[in-house]
């Protein structure tokens, strides 16, 4: 071997291993930046946090199986995807089981950044792209609420999912693609009836995460949010809620089925909705009216 | 079990269960109960827009709504043989896992019609007894019928 060659050897060894160690740090798990740390740290208000609560639905998936009471939070009810099961963690404030020994970082990590309390990377089964928009208000007031709810003790089955999804660092790169761009989290949510319902809808409610089709790595497809999309267990679909699947409802048709049940051709929602009605249910009106503004200002995308 | 008649089907449901006035096969039995479902839906209809304060409250709808809700509570629990959890039905699976439960229900959703029929008589009880009875249909929904919208 000559000397030009072996340092042509050389030379692709380094860019190959500067790639690697850029990949690997492009994909590190990133938590939130300092400043919304320390915003999220300061004191929340439960009783807002309790309204936030039942805008993201925490308990459809958190629930202790068997449970009906919405603040019991062992977690543990399966999530059946494509990719394999889920089992959400207990997220009640056990100190030893839940997150009773979590800080608000901890937990803003957690909830925006995807990120675990031991650094690693969570599992978008969270809809942590969703509530990467939520506001630092909405997060300490919601984290300030958690505690306040009953403990329960024992913790959930690990995950059971499909090679290759079970390699962790690989939702580094799924993060590169499906995570929102957002330079510094809302202080506080926007008041105007269309940001707040747009905010409700993509942040907190997170919406799209049933609603919108995704791609086969599982990532949200952009231009077809909320078109509608088959549900992750298999079972039945998640109709189209844009302008378009939504044409013959007015806006009090939708405030009123997301909090009712009841549609204007005399339906009642079911399937994994119905929960999701029973917490709308519980928050102010006017949230809900936001909702059903915004959703009536999205067109429909896609060839659906 | 694969039925042939509706004669058939008749002695063994009863013979199954007293009191079940008609059990139908399959195919037979899946179209009944849609039937009856969308008997429930249009019912309802003009129900919702009262309910959002967007109609003139009307007596003869509601217990029209309420006798036609009875009328399937009493004829659904027997409208899910065995032989009719497949073919054109949203029914889920959990219906033959939970039978009990699921006929549970729809008792429960017989004695409430039955009662609001009584105790509904002007704007103020229907306001006061409608919302909690329509509860009813999100919780069955919710647990027995694959989601379609």
Redesign the interface.
């Known amino acids: 071997m000559t000397a030009g060659r072996s340092a042509l050897a050389v030379g692709i060894g380094i860019v190959v291993a500067a790639m690697a160690a850029a990949g690997w740090v492009l994909t590190a798990p990133r938590p939130v930046d300092p400043q919304t740390a320390r915003a999220v740290s300061e004191p929340g208000d439960p009783a807002a946090g309790k309204i936030v609560f039942f805008l993201a639905g925490c308990d459809s998936c958190h629930l202790s199986p068997g449970q009906s009471d919405p603040t019991r939070l062992g977690g543990g009810q399966e999530l059946r995807t494509p990719f394999g099961s889920f089992f959400p963690p207990n997220i009640s404030p056990d100190r030893a089981d839940g997150i009773g020994a979590w800080s608000a970082v901890d937990f803003a990590n957690a909830l925006m950044a995807g990120v675990s309390r031991d650094g690693r990377h969570l599992y978008p089964a969270l809809p942590y792209p969703s509530y990467a928009r939520m506001s630092v208000k909405d997060v300490r007031d919601l984290f300030a609420f958690l505690r306040t709810v009953p403990p329960v003790s024992g913790r959930t089955p690990p995950d059971a999912l499909a090679f290759p999804f079970s390699i962790r660092k690989a939702v580094g790169f799924w993060k590169l693609l499906y995570m929102p761009a957002i330079a510094q989290p809302l202080a506080e949510d926007p008041t105007d009836l269309e940001s707040r319902g747009r905010y409700l809808v993509e942040g907190p409610g997170h919406c799209g995460e049933c609603h919108s089709p995704r791609t086969f790595l599982g990532g949200v497809i952009a231009s077809r949010r909320l078109n509608g999309a088959p549900?992750p267990d298999g079972?039945?679909?998640?109709?189209n809620i844009t302008d378009g699947g939504l044409a013959d409802w007015s806006e009090?048709d939708i405030a009123?089925a997301l909090s009712?049940?009841?549609?204007?051709?005399?339906?009642?929602?079911?399937?994994?909705?119905?929960?999701v009605?029973?917490n709308l249910a519980q928050v102010p009106e006017q949230d809900l009216a936001a909702i059903a503004h915004y959703l009536k200002t999205v067109k429909p995308g896609g060839d659906s | 079990m694969r039925m042939t008649g509706k004669g058939s089907a008749a002695i063994v449901g009863l013979a199954l269960s007293a009191g079940v006035a008609l059990a139908a096969s399959g195919a037979d039995a899946i179209k009944e109960r849609r039937a009856l479902m969308k008997e429930?839906?249009?019912?309802?209809?003009?129900?919702?827009p009262i309910?959002?304060g967007?109609a003139p409250f009307d007596l003869a709808a509601v217990q029209k709504a309420l006798k036609t809700y009875l009328n399937a509570a009493e004829k659904m629990p027997a409208l899910f043989p065995p032989d009719s959890k497949t073919g054109d039905t949203?029914a889920?699976p959990a219906i033959w896992e939970n039978t009990a439960d699921f006929d549970a229900r729809f008792k429960k959703l017989g004695d409430d019609a039955t009662a609001a029929l009584t105790e509904v008589k002007d704007e103020a009880s229907f306001k006061a007894t409608m919302?909690n009875f329509?509860?009813n249909?999100?919780?069955?929904?919710?647990k027995?019928?694959?989601?379609?919208?």
């Open positions: 549900l079972k039945g679909k998640a109709p009090s009123y009712t049940g009841l549609t204007p051709s005399g339906d009642s929602l079911g399937g994994p909705m119905a929960a009605v029973r | 429930n839906g249009e019912a309802t209809k003009p129900i919702v309910l959002k967007q949203h889920l919302p329509y509860k249909c999100g919780g069955c929904h919710e027995y019928r694959e989601k379609e919208n």
